[in-house]
């Protein structure tokens, strides 16, 4: 897919930056500007710090990452567009609007394909989620790594939902993939694509009934001040991907790409530790906010989406399906799904 964004309508600084600090070479800076959409308290923002400092420590102070979050430079898809122009370096997005650039990437959108966190960290680590973070590389992208971001779960402002049924009329806002659109149409409700930066509105407004995210998104946008229903059905788990356009990429020596994917391996390392506490801590929150959890039967869910993935059959996605299904995973530290 070709970028939609022009040039002239960016006005964004270059992608990366060489700050002269002297006249040897191995006194320069180059300094890669990384954009994102989610709250600076975000578990996965404050990995990225830790993939700065790294990424200082391994270069020598030669390299480092400029944060620019909360939306500051555009949505996911515009941020995936600058990358691919060369407007930006790097960006954190969902893997689900990839589904838009890469078919791939579809994958992570089905429903319950994953046992539980231990298979689904299994499958990120497999040479399956090797494979897709290799393949944005026809579209000008490559993928560095895998962020946990948990199971995705419905929300609503006023209206509980213990059933699929409970979705019916509901307007939920889904994220920009044809997969998550079809299946909150298979369970019932009305899927409404909008901007993770303009939910909050829209649920206060009533343009939306409800939205379906993970635990710490649902605390930390604030979304539970207004929502005060959240159902634990999770019925995917979408992880962050961390892309860098290959404009970027390329303009780094062999070192270089070497120093930058090694802070990644460790922020993602950190990051997954620290997801699992700030989980059950916003967990806490939100209950202490009044908010009500629902434990639903997931059968009633996974029975009305099974066609989705079945539809996959004998085709190289359902192929991608079999392989992460036959995944084996360690016996101990399961955290259900």
């Known amino acids: ?14 992608l990366i930056l060489v700050i002269m600090t002297g006249c040897l070479p191995q006194e320069r800076m180059v300094v890669l500007r990384l954009a994102h959409s989610l709250d600076t308290a975000h578990p996965v923002h404050r990995a990225m710090e830790v993939m700065d400092r790294r990424l200082q420590e391994l270069s020598g102070d030669t390299m480092r990452i400029d944060i620019y979050p909360a939306g500051q430079l555009g949505n996911e898809r515009e941020l ?31 429903p319950y394909i994953f046992r539980d966190t231990r298979h689904y960290h299994a499958a990120l680590d497999s040479d399956v989620g090797r494979e897709l973070l290799a393949a944005p590389t026809s579209v000008r992208l490559r993928g560095l790594g895998y962020y946990d971001a948990g199971a995705r779960s419905f929300y609503t402002v006023d209206q509980p939902v213990h059933t699929p049924a409970d979705l019916e009329g509901l307007k939920i806002r889904v994220q920009e993939s044809p997969t998550a659109l079809e299946m909150v149409a298979s369970l019932s409700g009305a899927p409404t694509p909008i ?7 829209a649920l206060q407004q009533g343009v939306v009934d409800g939205a379906e995210n993970n635990l710490p998104s649902f605390y930390l946008s604030g979304h539970y001040e207004i929502c005060k229903y959240f159902t634990l059905d999770e ?23 070497k120093w930058l994917q090694r802070a990644v391996d460790d922020s993602v390392v950190y990051q997954r530790k620290l997801w699992s506490s700030e989980s059950e801590r916003a967990l806490q929150a939100v209950v202490d906010a009044g908010v009500e959890i629902i434990r639903p039967d ?5 029975n009305r989406v099974v066609g989705l993935r079945a539809a996959h059959d004998g085709t190289p ?21």
Do not use: C
């Open 1 to 14: 897919m070709k970028p939609l964004l022009s040039v002239a309508r960016l006005g964004l600084p270059l």
């Open 80 to 110: 995936i567009e600058l990358l691919q122009i060369g407007s930006l370096a790097m960006t954190k997005v969902s893997a689900s609007p990839l589904e838009g650039f890469v078919p791939e990437m579809k994958v992570f959108n089905l």
């Open 195 to 201: 901007a993770w930066g303009e939910l909050y509105t």
């Open 235 to 257: 019925h995917t788990s979408v992880p962050d991907i961390l892309l860098i356009g290959t404009p970027a990429w390329n303009a780094l020596s062999q070192q270089q790409q």
């Open 298 to 302: 997931k059968s009633a869910f996974n």
């Open 317 to 337: 996605l359902g192929d991608l399906l079999a392989r992460i299904a036959a995944l084996k995973t360690n016996e101990t530290a399961v955290t259900p799904l």
